[in-house]
């Protein structure tokens, strides 16, 4: 993620091929028209509230190829109060309705300046698959009754200020069938790399961590724990609000770390839980993040330190709850740029060959966006998008809400091409 560049800047990431590696993709059989090539667009934010990630895919019937990425910058204005909202306590309705409006401006505006610059025309964008900012997730409920997960970002405003097709809410429909509507991503990497022949784990450090483990087409996947998150509420809190992350984990390594403070923090039930679980800011948020800044006797860097150690261990730990060890663990997102917390990862799962999903032809901090694309191109098709071994629910669902766009028609048109026999 871009995380301290002005409010108008964006990093473009070079793009390339990458195939699907699943013998049995959801998306086979599908007769693709081969006359021009069509594409999904992915914008991903995520629990950092940092950034608007934007990913453009072509789909043809050799396989999805990532044909433009683009990071933008989450609008200063925002970051806080969707940070606000997020923490468990008195929410203003008010302040959410506004912010849903503003966000799904401030996420259209980065799709139309991603087409702008990749050069694909707009009419051959089937549709944007946008997984929206998260402001609640409660996979237990709040009281043990009625599961949500609350993302926002107005789907309505979407498709209104671009003209396309959009997709929205993909966790709700899982959670209605008794899943915990996350983690959604494993779906994908099982459709790009599912025909690993050995033990491979992708492993997407956002806000919160995430693992995906494949081997010989099984799929496991989890929310670890804390990624960026802890990490990054401790520095911007030192920091006054100067700095939203500690760069390649410099500070965190000239730090010692606090054992007494580290050992509590390892004791959170959450970490002990089995999966399928999946968690969020209303579990390692505001709480734990007083606990690291009010511990006594410790210098920022120990602090910041002793966060970044934490996040370390409990991705470390996962790997009890994996069926065997993986040979191989590609991360992504954003916490795949701090070098100190990847260094720490690939000593604490040594032997293990620990990179990043660059070697898997994606750039780390695409992934997110570009299995969003994908998720939404299912969701058009009516083809399940959910995987009910990762997330709990009794069964496969279609997750995902269509806002129709402009293109509505040509869509529809499109829908019938995917799903008719090769025979028809």
Same mark, same amino acid.
């Not at 087409?217 to 724990?225: A, E, N, Q, R």
């Not at 990043?356 to 083809?383: K, Q, Y």
């Given at each position: 993620?871009?995380?301290?560049?002005?409010?108008?800047?964006?990093?473009?990431?070079?793009?390339?091929?990458?195939?699907?590696?699943?013998?049995?993709?959801?998306?086979?059989?599908?007769?693709?028209?081969?006359?021009?090539?069509?594409?999904?667009?992915?914008?991903?934010?995520?629990?950092?509230?940092?950034?608007?990630?934007?990913?453009?895919?072509?789909?043809?019937?050799?396989?999805?190829?990532?044909?433009?990425?683009?990071?933008?910058?989450?609008?200063?204005?925002?970051?806080?109060?969707?940070?606000?909202?997020?923490?468990?306590?008195?929410?203003?309705?008010?302040?959410?309705?506004?912010?849903?409006?503003?966000?799904?401006?401030?996420?259209?505006?980065?799709?139309?300046?991603?087409?702008?610059?990749?050069?694909?025309?707009?009419?051959?964008?089937?549709?944007?698959?946008?997984?929206?900012?998260?402001?609640?997730?409660?996979?237990?409920?709040?009281?043990?009754?009625?599961?949500?997960?609350?993302?926002?970002?107005?789907?309505?405003?979407?498709?209104?200020?671009?003209?396309?097709?959009?997709?929205?809410?993909? %966790?709700?429909?899982?959670?209605?069938?008794?899943?915990?509507?996350?983690?959604?991503?494993?779906?994908?990497?099982?459709?790009?790399?599912?025909?690993?022949? %050995?033990?491979?784990?992708?492993?997407?450090?956002?806000?919160?961590?995430?693992?995906?483990?494949?081997?010989?087409?099984?799929?496991?996947?989890?929310?670890?724990?804390?990624?960026?998150?802890?990490?990054?509420?401790?520095?911007?809190?030192?920091?006054?609000?100067?700095?939203?992350?500690?760069?390649?984990?410099?500070?965190?390594?000239?730090?010692?770390?606090?054992?007494?403070?580290?050992?509590? &923090?390892?004791?959170?039930?959450?970490?002990?839980? %089995?999966?399928?679980?999946?968690?969020?800011?209303?579990?390692?948020?505001?709480?734990?993040?007083?606990?690291?800044?009010?511990?006594?006797?410790?210098?920022?860097?120990?602090?910041?330190?002793?966060?970044?150690?934490?996040?370390?261990?409990?991705?470390?730990?996962?790997?009890?709850?994996?069926?065997?060890?993986?040979?191989?663990?590609?991360?992504?997102?954003?916490?795949?740029?701090?070098?100190?917390?990847?260094?720490?990862?690939?000593?604490? &799962?040594?032997?293990?060959?620990?990179?990043?999903?660059?070697?898997?032809?994606?750039?780390?901090?695409?992934?997110?966006?570009?299995?969003?694309?994908?998720?939404?191109?299912?969701?058009?098709?009516?083809?399940?998008?959910?995987?009910?071994?990762?997330?709990?629910? !009794?069964?496969?669902?279609?997750?995902?809400?269509? !806002?129709?766009?402009?293109?509505?028609?040509?869509?529809?048109?499109?829908?019938?091409?995917?799903?008719?026999?090769?025979?028809?």
């Amino acid at each position: 993620m871009v995380r301290s560049e002005p409010a108008d800047a964006s990093t473009e990431i070079e793009t390339g091929h990458y195939q699907t590696g699943y013998d049995d993709p959801p998306m086979s059989g599908y007769a693709l028209p081969m006359e021009q090539p069509i594409y999904f667009m992915g914008i991903m934010s995520g629990t950092s509230a940092d950034g608007i990630d934007v990913a453009i895919v072509e789909h043809s019937e050799e396989g999805p190829k990532l044909i433009h990425f683009c990071e933008y910058p989450m609008p200063q204005e925002f970051r806080e109060p969707i940070l606000r909202l997020a923490e468990p306590g008195i929410d203003e309705i008010d302040a959410l309705g506004t912010l849903d409006r503003a966000l799904g401006k401030a996420f259209a505006k980065a799709a139309n300046q991603s087409i702008e610059k990749s050069g694909v025309p707009q009419s051959r964008i089937i549709a944007i698959g946008s997984h929206g900012q998260t402001i609640r997730h409660r996979p237990k409920g709040v009281d043990g009754s009625h599961p949500f997960s609350l993302q926002i970002g107005c789907a309505a405003t979407i498709a209104e200020m671009t003209g396309i097709t959009t997709v929205t809410d993909f %966790r709700r429909r899982d959670i209605a069938a008794g899943g915990e509507g996350a983690p959604l991503v494993p779906f994908v990497h099982r459709e790009l790399y599912g025909s690993a022949d %050995r033990p491979v784990a992708i492993l997407n450090i956002g806000g919160i961590a995430n693992i995906t483990y494949i081997y010989n087409k099984s799929v496991l996947g989890f929310d670890t724990g804390p990624g960026n998150m802890l990490m990054d509420a401790v520095m911007l809190s030192l920091s006054d609000g100067r700095n939203a992350y500690d760069e390649s984990g410099e500070l965190a390594a000239t730090g010692t770390l606090n054992k007494p403070l580290l050992t509590e &923090l390892l004791n959170h039930p959450y970490l002990k839980r %089995r999966p399928p679980k999946s968690t969020g800011r209303e579990t390692f948020g505001r709480e734990m993040v007083d606990k690291i800044l009010t511990w006594p006797e410790m210098t920022d860097a120990d602090r910041v330190a002793t966060a970044t150690e934490f996040t370390a261990l409990t991705i470390a730990d996962s790997c009890r709850f994996l069926p065997e060890a993986p040979a191989s663990w590609y991360l992504c997102g954003g916490g795949a740029l701090n070098k100190h917390l990847a260094g720490r990862l690939t000593e604490l &799962l040594a032997p293990a060959n620990v990179s990043t999903t660059h070697d898997i032809d994606i750039p780390p901090e695409a992934m997110e966006a570009v299995c969003f694309a994908l998720l939404a191109r299912n969701t058009l098709a009516g083809r399940s998008n959910t995987l009910p071994a990762v997330t709990g629910a !009794t069964h496969e669902v279609v997750g995902g809400e269509i !806002t129709p766009g402009n293109n509505w028609n040509d869509v529809i048109q499109q829908i019938q091409r995917w799903t008719r026999s090769p025979t028809d």
